[in-house]
T-cell receptor, first 113, second 111 residues
């Protein structure tokens, strides 16, 4: 079955550590996105990529980094520079530049301990 | 001012009631409008999308866009307990890939 897979579902990080969240899709979608969701704030865009080897910053990119070496994969690294990383992270993909449907993964809940 | 404003709720209604969820947006350049449903601890799933003004119906759900007042609505008829979720409105420009989400409205349907 086609879809988006995020892993792990739960992740704990010590302060000062970098962690990488995985996002893989087998939908043959060109565009992929990372969102952060905090209570009462909806989804905020961290980074997005419309094509392999290219990505753009979203609204809250500071403290995060991404790569897009393969069409299917868009990993997100939460660096130690991110001051408040505890949140629910959602990866999504869509067909292309003008997308009317973004498919979401099931999310990764990151907690800093 | 946020580009998309949505009342966070929570909204609680009895089973069988008609539910009205609403958002307002600020930029008249937005062309596509979407509603996503998100169950607790899950990723959002697309319910409906519309292009420009008008209504779109899908079963018990109706999406409505009024571009003159920059107002979008989702109506749920014959609401069921399984409709209990957070509903997110979203919009995007016609030629960009950045989706703007509202903050979500938490809906609870009481049996």
């Amino acid at each position: 079955d086609g879809g988006i897979t995020q892993s792990p579902k739960y992740l704990f990080r010590k302060e000062g550590q970098n962690v990488t969240l995985s996002c893989e899709q087998n939908l043959n979608h060109d565009a992929m996105y990372w969102y952060r969701q905090d209570p009462g704030q909806g989804l905020r865009l961290i980074y997005y990529s419309q094509i392999v080897n290219d990505f753009q910053k979203g609204d809250i990119a500071e403290g995060y980094s991404v790569s897009r070496e393969k069409k299917e994969s868009f990993p997100l690294t939460v660096t130690s520079a991110q001051k408040n990383p505890t949140a629910f992270y959602l990866c999504a993909s869509s067909i292309g530049e003008v997308n009317t449907e973004a498919f979401f993964g099931q999310g990764t809940r990151l907690t800093v301990v | 001012q946020k580009e998309v404003e949505q009342d966070p709720g929570p909204l609680s209604v009895p089973e069988g009631a008609i539910v009205s969820l609403n958002c307002t947006y600020s930029n008249s350049a937005f062309q596509y409008f979407m509603w996503y449903r998100q169950y607790s601890r899950k990723g959002p799933e697309l319910l409906m999308y519309t292009y420009s003004s008008g209504n779109k119906e899908d079963g018990r759900f109706t999406a409505q866009v009024d571009k003159s007042s920059k107002y979008i609505s989702l109506f749920i008829r014959d609401s069921q307990p399984s409709d209990s979720a957070t509903y997110l409105c979203a919009t995007l420009y016609s030629s960009a890939s950045k989706i703007i989400f509202g903050s979500g409205t938490r809906l609870s349907i009481r049996p």
